[in-house]
Each structure stands twice: as C-alpha cells, then as structure tokens.
C-alpha cells in the first residue's frame, strides 16, 4: 500500500512514472562514444545511458582527448579503464561491448581515417541495420565516428549521430568550433560537417545549463551503493576536485536524447561547410526535470543490484 511506502519511494515511483510517460516504448540501437577519462560529468552521463531500459547499448566506445592540456599519456586508455570500471559496476560487462578507440585525432594527410576497434564496430552495426538508424552518442572528440565514415562513406545514410560540441548563435546563425570537443579533432568535426549523416548538436551554450551542487549530489549518492560512491570520487579526486558545482554537460545531451520533450531542436544551416547542410540543433533543454530523473533513476537501479 502507498501509506506504508517510504518518503523516498514514494518520490522515485512519481518521477519515473512521470518521465516515462508519453515516451515511445520502442527499444533503441544504440552506441555510446566517451571520453570518459577526461572530465566528471561523463561518468555520470555515461551510467545515465546505460541503464536506459528503452536503449539496447551495443557498445561502450572510448574516445581520445590527447590534444588537451591536461592529458594523460594514453587518454584513450584512460577512457577504456573507466568504461571497463563502470561496466562492471553496472553488471553489465558480458552485456555490452567495449572498445578501444583511435589513439589520437584523425591524420593529416592521406586517408585521414584512425582505424580501430571503436569505427570498425560503428561500421559492422551501422551495415546490419535493416530498419531505421543507428543511434551514435558522441559525447567527446568525433575521431571514431568521422573515421568509420570516411572508411565507409554508405554508412552514412544508416546513422544517426547524437554530439555535445561546438557553440551557436541562435541569433546570427553563426556556429563557433573552439570548444574542447571541437578542438581535440577539429578535422573530424570537418568531416561530420561535410558528410551526409543526419546530426543533432547539443552546443555548450545549451548543455552549460546543465549543472549539479556538489552537497546536493553528495546527500543523495554517498553511502547508496559502491558505483555511487565511485562517480562522488571522480568529482573529488579530479584536478578541480574543489569545485562545489560543476556543469555535467554529457548529461544534457543524453537526457535529450532520451526524453525529447524535454529538449526543443531547432533545423539550422551550417555556416561555411557544405552548402545547404542542415543539422538539428538543441536550442533549449528542461535541465531542472533531467537533473532530478536522474537521481531518481539511479537510486533506483542500484536498489535492483546485488
């Protein structure tokens, strides 16, 4: 009975029935791309993604983020070890594959592509879709995606690619590439811009509304379950671990892809690219109503853990 449910309960069971409410029941193909060794919010972006009960997650793609100036040596490693962590806390490590993804940025010259484990499974997946499209989430530097691409050109109508980068102006028009996703392989942003592909961007201007207080984050996830306590760690222990909110940008993006009317895109031309080009972009998110899912979906899939 309701009246013996717990306060807590109680909130959780409201929110998800709420947040699933109206929302297409049919399951998704879907391939997550991360940087997750590089900031705090892809940790938690990344757990919100696999655990969607509507998302059949294929795969696990570790991106590089060599470029940047706080690096480790092997970032795509770094990324990899993190997945595979994460994985495994979520039981899922025999359910959902995990791979390796280019080293470093597209080359310069030549065939620009940067093979790998990563595009060679966004291939295979992509030429097996009979119906529909491949959901692609990229949500760091677009190395694996453009390079699956520019191996395999038809692949490009068989995709849908979800990416956090870049920022825009909804009132010139004008899209800016300096930001860190664009910058840690600006050819490959080039690449996705001239190709075909059906692309929806989050720009930062947009997932910047997308924050979290760290004594609010803390007093719901602290002593829950290890995988909780996990993702507390990764904000704490980060080079700027002292901060007491951040933005989890990630997030954005995946709460957008899996709540639409939460998220309001618009259709905009890309500026100085391929002539014509459209490409949806996300112009306004509920971040309010994804931060707030998000506590209630976890709490409740880690009661569900052994």
């Known amino acids: 009975m309701i009246l013996l449910m717990n306060f807590r309960s109680l909130i959780i069971a409201t929110i998800l029935a709420i947040s699933t409410a109206g929302q297409a029941q049919e399951t ?33 793609n570790a991106t590089q983020w060599q470029v940047s100036h706080w690096a480790v040596d092997k970032s795509m490693e770094e990324s990899y070890r993190l997945n595979q ?9 025999d359910e959902v594959v995990s791979n390796r993804g280019a080293e470093a940025r597209l080359f310069d010259w030549g065939n620009k592509s940067q093979p790998s484990s990563a595009s060679n499974f966004i291939i295979n997946q992509a030429m097996q879709q009979e119906e529909g499209k491949l959901n692609v989430i990229a949500l760091g530097a677009l190395t694996n995606v453009a390079s699956a691409i520019l191996d395999q050109p038809e692949i490009t109508d068989k995709i849908r690619l979800y990416w ?30 001239n190709s075909e592909v059906e692309l929806h961007v989050i720009p930062n201007n947009v997932a910047s509304a ?10 719901k996830l602290k002593g829950k379950h290890d995988l909780l306590d996990f993702i507390l760690q ?24 899996i709540y ?16 014509d080009r459209l490409i949806w972009m996300y112009k306004n998110i509920d971040a309010d109503k994804m931060r707030e899912e ?5 709490l409740d899939y880690v009661e569900n853990l052994k």
């Open 28 to 60: 998704q193909r879907v391939i997550i791309d991360a940087d997750t060794g590089n900031e705090v919010d892809d940790l938690y972006a990344v757990v919100r993604g696999l655990i969607e009960p509507r998302w059949e997650v294929l795969a696990l």
């Open 85 to 93: 962590v994460l994985l495994s806390y979520l039981q899922k490590a």
């Open 164 to 193: 956090l980068g870049s920022s825009y102006n909804f009132t010139t028009g004008v899209i800016t590439n300096i930001d860190f996703n664009s910058v840690m392989d600006i050819q490959a942003v080039d690449v996705i811009l």
């Open 210 to 219: 997308m924050t979290f207080n760290w004594q609010e984050t803390e007093a």
């Open 234 to 257: 990764r904000w704490y222990n980060h080079p700027d671990g002292g901060r007491r909110e951040r933005t989890i940008w990630d997030l954005a993006l995946i709460q957008a892809v």
């Open 260 to 275: 639409p009317d939460w998220a309001e895109e618009v259709k905009v031309k890309t500026n100085k690219t391929k002539d």
């Open 294 to 298: 998000f506590f209630a979906k976890v």
